[in-house]
């Protein structure tokens, strides 16, 4: 105590910083103070994390149907309609598909909640304690201080992404509205398309990498030099199997080994 006063400057903010954070806690019960706390949000973060990493994975692994020789284009197409009638007629028609959506929806809802107030308190606990903190923040990885930009920018390349593909809102190469696999070798015949992609796909791989690491480490996986190394190189072969997987359709249209 006596040390962080010396080193706060005043002690009368010192003072007011502290009385805030007593009565924001006296004011609480246990039960809300916990699914309040940083640990409860970094769990929350992690487990919804994990989730959307799933679904790119599984994204990316249908999309590289685009590249199966002789069908491909034809697998690709099926797939997505698969996806719509998935358990018909047990279900009626694209429940499944809508129950998946809003499981994907929720997630990244609480994972960018859960991300913004992380980064708010982040920021008061800095505000409040002054330059020891701001040190550690320094001290930080480059992925680690920018996870929150990457973040905002991979939504904007989400909002873009489904008014492009799914909605056909934004068409690139065509109008009205086509087969996927059209959707997608249309649009990719244009360069700066391909490079529009490869530089939010990169983010989201880079996003991924600490992402990942992060997750693992706040399960409590890191338990000591050997396990830290083994998630670090985890998390950088699924950041490469993230980038080149999805950017693999891209680049085989853009060249030409995969037409319409
Ligand atoms: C070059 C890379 C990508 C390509 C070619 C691609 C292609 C597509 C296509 C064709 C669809 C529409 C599927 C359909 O309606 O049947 C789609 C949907 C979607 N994509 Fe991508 N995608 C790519 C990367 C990504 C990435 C990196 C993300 C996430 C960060 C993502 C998230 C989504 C989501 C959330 C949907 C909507 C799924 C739904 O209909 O519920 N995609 N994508």
């Not at 949000?41 to 590289?64: C, D, P, Q, S, Y």
Request: aromatic share 14%; proline share 3%; glycine share 8%.
């Amino acid at each position: 105590m006596g040390v962080l006063i010396g080193a706060a400057g005043p002690p009368i903010r010192l003072l007011s910083v502290a009385t805030k954070l007593v009565t924001r806690d006296s004011s609480r019960t246990a039960n809300n103070r916990a699914v309040h706390s940083t640990v409860f949000r970094k769990v929350l973060m992690a487990v919804t994390g994990l989730f959307l990493i799933l679904f790119l994975l599984m994204h990316m692994f249908g999309n590289l149907k685009l590249l199966i020789p002789d069908g491909g284009l034809e697998e690709f197409d099926e797939y997505s309609h698969y996806l719509r009638m998935f358990l018909y007629p047990v279900l009626p028609p694209k429940f499944f598909l809508w129950v998946f959506r809003l499981v994907l929806l929720l997630c990244a809802v609480v994972h960018i909640e859960a991300a913004t107030r992380l980064t708010f308190r982040d920021y008061d606990a800095r505000m409040g304690m002054g330059r020891y903190l701001k040190q550690r923040y320094l001290a930080g990885s480059f992925a680690a201080r920018t996870m929150i930009w990457s973040g905002i920018i991979i939504l904007v390349g989400v909002i873009f992404h489904l008014l492009q593909f799914t909605t056909q809102t934004i068409t690139v190469g065509y109008l009205g509205s086509v087969a996927p696999h059209l959707r997608v070798i249309l649009g990719f015949q244009h360069w700066w398309l391909v490079l529009l992609y490869a530089f939010w796909v990169g983010l989201v791989s880079f996003h991924v990498y600490h992402g990942f690491y992060s997750a693992f480490c706040t399960l409590g996986a890191r338990v000591g030099a050997f396990s830290a190394k083994v998630i670090k190189i985890c998390s950088v072969i699924v950041a490469l199997l993230v980038f080149f997987g999805f950017m693999a359709s891209p680049l085989a249209i853009l060249f030409g080994l995969v037409t319409a």
